[in-house]
T-cell receptor, first 115, second 113 residues
Framework: EAGVVQSPRYKIIEKKQPVAFWCNPI?????LYWYLQNLGQGPELLIR????????DSQLPKDRFSAERLKGVDSTLKIQPAELGDSAVYLC?????????????FGPGTRLTVL | AQSVAQPEDQVNVAEGNPLTVKCTYS??????LFWYVQYPNRGLQFLLK??????LVKGSYGFEAEFNKSQTSFHLKKPSALVSDSALYFC???????????FGAGTTVTVRA
């Protein structure tokens, strides 16, 4: 079974430029998560989707961040414009979404460097 | 609000010796507890979880963890560490009724040959 797929793995951009990250969850997983992981810290939730609906986006900085999951499968996270402080690893995770005990499985992440 | 503490930034052990990575938690009800491992430039890999039942949970790669409700702890253990166990380990907690997973800051484990 394929795991969570993310691309690109690495991205280097200049500040004020836009950037987008793509995630394909494990097949059959209805719940999709985007996390931010700063160096030396644990991941922090940005947004959670149940199918195509964003059910928890309270931690997403909406002035510059946006996300979508149009058909309830793939998802895209966008930053526009990027700031120096956005340099981090962006992780995507998915789970079956049937119960609260479901395990979240993570992708390899996208390491963003903003110059 | 739920939270997790991993009191040790680093753990160093010799190969073949027991490995313990500590985790304490704070939640309002009975917790769901998870351990993940992260290798360099890779995402988090699920090791094990405690939901209910037996306090000793066995997981992947020979790891196990013991849930201790009175001490609010969920320490990760491995009887005999391998050099390949060197990685960053994260403990996470979920409050029943909430999908949010709260992670600790992580513990770097180094196993020397």
């Amino acid at each position: 079974e394929a795991g969570v797929v993310q691309s690109p793995r690495y991205k280097i951009i200049e500040k004020k430029q836009p950037v987008a990250f793509w995630c394909n969850p494990i097949s059959g997983h209805n719940t999709l998560y985007w996390y931010l992981q700063n160096l030396g810290q644990g991941p922090e939730l940005l947004i959670r989707y149940e199918n195509e609906e964003a059910v928890d986006d309270s931690q997403l900085p909406k002035d510059r961040f946006s996300a979508e999951r149009l058909k309830g499968v793939d998802s895209t996270l966008k930053i526009q414009p990027a700031e120096l402080g956005d340099s981090a690893v962006y992780l995507c995770a998915s789970s079956l979404g049937r119960t609260l005990t479901d395990t979240q499985y993570f992708g390899p992440g996208t390491r963003l460097t903003v110059l | 609000a739920q939270s997790v503490a991993q009191p040790e930034d680093q753990v160093n052990v010799a190969e073949g010796n027991p490995l313990t990575v500590k985790c304490t938690y704070s939640v309002s009800g009975n917790p769901y507890l998870f351990w993940y491992v992260q290798y360099p430039n890779r995402g988090l890999q699920f090791l094990l979880k405690y939901i209910t039942g037996d306090n000793l949970v066995k997981g992947s790669y020979g790891f196990e963890a013991e849930f201790n409700k009175s001490q609010t702890s969920f320490h990760l253990k491995k009887p005999s560490a391998l050099v390949s166990d060197s990685a960053l380990y994260f403990c996470a907690v979920r409050d029943p009724g909430d999908y949010k997973l709260s992670f600790g800051a992580g513990t770097t484990v180094t196993v020397r040959a």
